[in-house]
Each structure stands twice: as structure tokens, then as C-alpha cells.
């Protein structure tokens, strides 16, 4: 069982920045694959940025060259840095892991409301 816990989310105005967490209760080295996902109201859940397997990331491209995912194996902990924030990225973000035997799982969410 893997346990995944997010922080970092709150209001922020159009412009600014956040960086979301996520700490993994266990070694994240040898996922076959991590990454961020968002569902904003009456929306189906999405897909922001990920790791894949092969060790490349990719992003949505509503939030190419604004948001930047990143790792710290040391600390068990993913990142979610977000830059130039708009309306339109409201939403509850979410980190999703999934192992080897490609089972997969979820935090519990953070929400991030951007908004003057």
C-alpha cells in the first residue's frame, strides 16, 4: 500500500505562483510512473505533468513553460511548481503514483483557486 499526502495549495491571484507537494510513503525510485493531475468543477479529472518510465516528463499543453514537475528521491516527495497562474487552473490537484504492477494510486487533493 502506498500512501500519498499533497500540501501546498490556497488562493493565489492571477500571475502568481504556488508549488505543490506531495510526500510518498515509500521509495519513489522505482515507480514506473509519477505525476499531477487536476479536476475542476463539473470536469473530468485531467493529466497536468508526469515522469514516465523512460524518465521524460510531460505536460498538458495548457500549462507548458508555467508549470515544472520535479523530484526529490532523497525525500520521497514530488513537486509541482506552477508560475503565471490563470482562472482556468482552478482546480483539485491531485499526485498519482503507479508501481510496477501498474496499480495506482491517489492522494487526497489540494485545492488551488486562483482568483484576484
Known amino acids: 500500500q502506498v500512501q500519498l499526502v499533497e500540501s501546498g495549495g490556497g488562493l493565489v491571484q492571477p500571475g502568481g505562483s504556488l508549488r505543490l507537494s506531495c510526500a510518498v510513503s515509500r521509495s519513489i525510485s522505482s515507480f514506473y510512473s509519477m505525476g499531477w493531475y487536476r479536476q475542476a468543477p463539473g470536469k473530468q479529472r485531467e493529466l497536468v505533468a508526469t515522469?514516465?518510465?523512460?524518465?521524460?516528463?510531460d505536460y498538458a499543453d495548457s500549462v507548458k513553460a508555467r508549470f515544472t514537475i520535479s523530484r526529490d528521491n532523497a525525500q520521497n516527495t514530488m513537486y509541482l511548481q506552477m508560475n503565471s497562474l490563470k482562472p482556468e487552473d482552478t482546480a483539485v490537484y491531485y499526485c498519482n503514483v503507479k508501481d510496477l504492477t501498474l496499480r495506482t494510486y491517489w492522494g487526497q487533493g489540494t485545492q488551488v483557486t486562483v482568483s484576484s
Open positions: 515522469f514516465t518510465r523512460a524518465g521524460r516528463t
